[in-house]
């Protein structure tokens, strides 16, 4: 085939103990699915529908890699998550079979410009340009369901520094996995190498050139991020 440009680079993530990679197609990310962050962002926590926002392909990163603090934000975030690594395609999936779509699970960091993100949600805006900016997603090696199985409990932790700043467990999720990847099919199918980052605990907060930030998942290891100086 032509292409008038060349074509983009496929973006890839690890998977755990093993040279091959996972093709990343689409990342789909919670909003607000602890309970204690719904309260700390100023929402009410209670089951309401859950809402979903999304990020680039291109916009991973792998741990250890260094993170610019990014442009037009004075207050960058870290966000701990559980991510969720679509294995199966499906489309109206029940909650029951949800599991089966899962290849595996990975550590994730939802870096935001917050200062962006709350400036839209006051006007009534999308979030892209405080969620879905470059090098925004963070995600660790991708561990097979077959090794660790299906973690629905266990702590998630965050540290800046060495300074614990997250740490809750997973079955605080407001909005389980299952139920997740059954509400998200049943608007758009689901594809091998769709990402989905579950939601954050309490605690978020800022980052600044020459922190080192760490996400630890019960089970699943940790990813690393340093921040270089802004671009």
């Known amino acids: 085939m032509n292409y008038v440009f060349s074509a983009p680079e496929q973006p890839t993530v690890s998977v755990a103990g093993h040279n091959a990679r996972i093709p ?3 990342i789909f990310c919670v909003g607000r699915n602890y309970a204690e962050h719904a309260r700390e962002m100023g929402k009410d926590p209670d089951r309401d529908p859950p809402f979903f926002f999304t990020k680039p392909a291109d916009a991973v990163v792998e741990t250890g890699e260094t993170v610019a603090y990014p442009p037009e934000t004075e207050n ?3 966000e701990a998550e559980l991510v969720v690594v679509i294995g199966e395609a499906g489309k109206n999936i029940s909650e029951d079979d949800s599991l089966s779509h899962v290849w595996g699970y990975a550590v994730g960091n939802d870096l935001t410009r917050r200062d962006l993100q709350l400036d839209a949600r006051e006007k009534g805006r999308p979030w892209d340009w405080g969620k879905a900016f470059d090098r925004s997603a963070v995600i ?3 561990h ?3 090794k660790v199985g299906h973690p629905a409990s266990g702590t998630i932790q965050l540290t800046v520094n060495g300074d614990i700043k997250q740490s809750a467990d997973l079955a605080g999720l407001i909005w389980s996995v299952p139920e997740i990847i059954s509400i ?3 608007s758009m199918e689901l594809r091998p190498g769709d990402l989905i980052m579950t939601g954050t605990p309490a605690g978020v907060g800022p980052l600044v050139p020459g922190d080192i930030c ?3 998942i019960e089970g699943l ?3 690393e991020t340093p921040i270089g100086p802004r671009e």
Do not use: E, T
């Open 140 to 142: 660790g090696p991708v």
């Open 24 to 26: 990343v197609r689409r």
């Open 221 to 223: 290891s940790h990813i």
């Open 214 to 216: 760490i996400v630890s």
């Open 76 to 78: 960058f975030h870290y």
């Open 144 to 146: 097979p369901v077959s």
């Open 184 to 186: 998200l099919s049943h």
